[in-house]
């Protein structure tokens, strides 16, 4: 389920920013972004996969909020706060503010839990995320408000294979605890 730069680019530019979330963002706490055009309480549909395979919907929007910083200071920012969190950089297009770590196997996050930050459902032990293999795949964006301020906007998807059993692959959703994370790392990273 590898998916190559040439697939990201446009899921991360289709499913962050509009002129919208920049007021929506304005008290300092994190707001979902819907794509172009729609409701933010509509959720976005983004359709993944790979080349062969079945299609999987995922339902959700991106988390963001304004960040009180240049573009380029948010960039750095970002930058820092996946290496602070824990996350892998898999893919970096300075060019279109886009950062992703996609499929990290998550197991503990800056010292949380996988259930932490993703509900993959429970089981009889509790809940799968702890259990099962999670891969995560996070996706960021840094992009000038129409107004002239930043926003920074972030998305997670991840997915459950149970570890030895039959039982297929799981989606999860996110709980938005690690958008809300790297937003607020990002804004800790702008000031300092």
């Known amino acids: 389920m590898r998916r190559s730069l040439r697939q990201l680019v446009p899921v991360l530019s289709a499913l962050l920013f509009v002129p919208a979330c920049a ?3 304005a008290t300092g706490a994190p707001t979902p972004i819907a794509t ?8 976005v549909q983004l359709r993944r996969g790979v080349e062969g395979t079945q299609t999987v919907v995922q339902k959700g929007a991106p988390l963001g909020g304004i960040v009180d910083g240049s573009v380029q200071r948010a960039w750095a920012a970002l930058q820092a706060a996946y290496d602070d969190v824990g996350l892998t950089v898999t893919t970096r297009v ?3 503010g886009m950062l992703a770590s996609v499929e990290q196997r998550l197991v503990r996050l800056n010292g949380r839990r ?3 930050y993703v509900d993959c459902g429970s089981d009889l032990s509790g809940p799968v995320a702890d259990d099962a293999q999670v891969l995560l795949t996070v996706t960021s964006a840094v992009q000038a408000g129409a107004d002239g301020t930043t926003i920074v906007g972030t998305r997670v998807d991840a997915e459950a294979r149970p570890r030895g059993r039959v039982e297929g692959v799981r989606d999860c959703t ?3 605890r690690l958008e809300t994370l790297i937003l607020q790392k990002v804004r800790e990273g702008v000031k300092g």
């Open 36 to 43: 172009r055009g729609e409701d933010t309480a509509t959720p």
């Open 94 to 96: 300075p060019a279109n």
């Open 114 to 116: 996988a259930s932490f």
């Open 174 to 176: 996110s709980t938005k």
């Open 23 to 25: 007021s929506s963002g």
